[in-house]
């Protein structure tokens, strides 16, 4: 079946540079999204990727998606204290749907 | 637009009382989704409506748990009867077809003591 899957912690200090990797099984995905959620919030949608991209960049915001792999990261450039939260991968499947990992959590220390 | 508008924020209930969650998606998006988020289970998909028709109810974990969209504008998740195990925060998130991925409401905390 369809599985995502992220590390579940990464720390950096402020200004330095964030990468938060996932992997994912659908091969067939058509779109690939990250959201952000802050403390006691929904989920955010902050970028998202056409599966037939292989980056996207957004501001401070990077994503770079290996189809082959199966690997979507997205890269934050000068992490700042407001960037700390809990970021989801997904994936588009049939039907509308989406599946997501079990999110990453992001520390900026300062 | 407002987004996706759910109620209460936070309910707090007693084991074994109904609880009813209530979720006003987009107007114009035509699917709806219950999430739960747990510490120990993260995001599950309970059930999602396309066109306010029920297409997969595989997530929700027991009889106890039964949802309805009696209209695009409107959907509900009822539990009864609740147990603490129930505690969690639960989102409501809707979409379009065509449009990129979902959005999400800022979720209801319940909390089954």
């Known amino acids: 079946g369809e599985d995502v899957e992220q590390s579940l912690f990464l720390s950096v200090r402020e200004g330095d540079s964030s990468v938060i990797n996932c992997t994912y099984t659908?091969?067939?995905?058509?779109?690939l999204y990250w959201y952000k959620q802050e403390p006691g919030a929904g989920l955010q949608l902050l970028t998202y990727?056409?599966?037939?991209?292989d980056m996207k960049q957004d501001q401070r915001l990077t994503v770079l998606l290996n189809k082959k792999d199966k690997h979507l990261s997205l890269r934050i450039a000068d992490t700042q204290t407001g960037d700390s939260a809990i970021y989801f991968c997904a994936e588009s499947i049939p039907g509308n749907k989406l599946v997501f990992g079990a999110g990453t959590i992001l520390r900026v220390k300062s | 637009d407002a987004g996706v508008i759910q109620s209460p924020r936070h309910e707090v209930t007693e084991m074994g009382q109904e609880v009813t969650l209530r979720c006003k998606p987009i107007?114009?998006?035509?699917?709806l989704f219950w999430y739960r988020q747990t510490m120990m289970r993260g995001l599950e998909l309970l059930i999602y409506?396309?066109?306010?028709?029920?297409?997969?109810d595989s997530g929700m974990p027991e009889d106890r748990f039964s949802a309805k969209m009696p209209n695009a504008s409107f959907s509900t998740l009822k539990i009864q009867p609740s147990e603490p195990r129930d505690s969690a925060v639960y989102f409501c998130?809707?979409?379009?077809?065509?449009?990129?991925?979902?959005?999400f409401g800022s979720g209801t905390r319940l909390t089954v003591v």
């Open positions: 409506f396309n066109n306010n028709v029920p297409i997969d």
């Open positions: 107007s114009g998006h035509n699917s």
């Open positions: 990727i056409f599966s037939n991209m």
């Open positions: 998130a809707s979409s379009a077809q065509g449009l990129y991925g979902y959005t």
């Open positions: 659908d091969s067939s995905s058509t779109y």
